[in-house]
């Protein structure tokens, strides 16, 4: 099971940071991506890392404001979000995908099957 944490609401420039915790995982096998949802939008890849930590990507609207990074020993993926736009407001969820080796699937959606509830970000102006 995933489960992510720590929305809440923030003014623009803001800064929050998002937890996705795993539980029953062998953690170290899988590649975790952080995906939003806004309202009367499709999901959308946000932010992905390998299983080691050591290929990320993000999308471009938010590159160079977040940063995600993985503790394997405690089987969390964080996504630190900085500079925030009332654009970014949506429900962020984590999700995971069993890889070989430090392959990294493409962050989209359709790549990642296994998912937790989402956790509600919203920025105001």
């Known amino acids: 099971q995933l489960q992510a944490s720590g929305g809440g609401l923030v003014q623009a420039g803001g800064s929050l940071r998002l937890s996705c915790v795993a539980t029953?995982?062998?953690?170290?096998?899988?590649?975790i991506g952080w995906f939003r949802q806004a309202p009367g939008k499709e999901r959308q890849g946000v932010s992905c890392?390998?299983?080691?930590?050591?290929?990320?990507s993000y999308s471009d609207s938010v590159k160079g404001r977040f940063t995600i990074s993985r503790d394997n020993a405690q089987k969390t993926v964080y996504l630190q979000m900085d500079n925030l736009t009332p654009e970014d407001t949506a429900v962020y969820y984590c999700?995971?995908?069993?890889?070989?080796?430090?392959?990294?699937?493409?962050?989209?959606?359709?790549?990642?099957?296994?998912w937790g509830p989402g956790t509600l970000v919203t920025v105001s102006s």
């Open positions: 999700a995971a995908v069993r890889v070989i080796l430090s392959n990294l699937p493409e962050c989209l959606p359709r790549s990642y099957d296994s």
């Open positions: 029953g995982y062998m953690f170290n096998y899988y590649a």
């Open positions: 890392i390998s299983r080691s930590g050591s290929t990320t």
